[in-house]
């Protein structure tokens, strides 16, 4: 059993960055693929980036690539989001979730969710 707890969530104006964390604990880090989600209000949950286990690569989607970077310390077991130039449709809150499986951007791939963190882009 992994469990998964993001922090870093809260309220920025349009144009400036956060950096959102992720910490997965109960599994071997080195073999997770961590992935990051958000949802807005009366939205479907949606793919925002995932890093694999192996090799650390990641894929991103679309409205976020060019902005958002994920990076992992397996040091220190932890999965990082960084988001820069945030924009007022970023708001949402924000999941990160795991799978001892490759990379992937579909929400069913994914065993193991955190309980998410807010993030308010205001313009």
């Known amino acids: 059993q992994v469990h998964l707890v993001e922090s870093g969530g809260g309220l920025v104006q349009a144009g400036g960055s956060l950096r959102l964390s992720c910490a997965p604990s109960?599994?071997?880090?080195?073999?997770?693929?961590v992935g990051w989600f958000r949802q807005a209000p009366g939205k479907e949950r949606e793919f925002v980036g995932t890093?694999?286990?192996?090799?650390?690569?990641?894929y991103y989607a679309d409205s976020v690539k060019g902005r958002f970077t994920i990076s992992r310390d397996n040091a220190a077991k932890m999965v990082y989001l960084q988001m820069n130039s945030l924009k007022p449709e970023d708001t949402a809150v924000y999941y990160c979730?795991?799978?001892?499986?490759?990379?992937?951007?579909?929400?069913?791939?994914?065993?193991?969710w955190g309980q998410g963190t807010q993030v308010t882009v205001s313009s």
């Open positions: 109960g599994g071997t880090f080195s073999t997770l693929t």
């Open positions: 979730a795991a799978t001892g499986s490759a990379a992937h951007n579909l929400k069913s791939s994914y065993d193991y």
């Open positions: 890093i694999s286990w192996f090799g650390a690569r990641t």
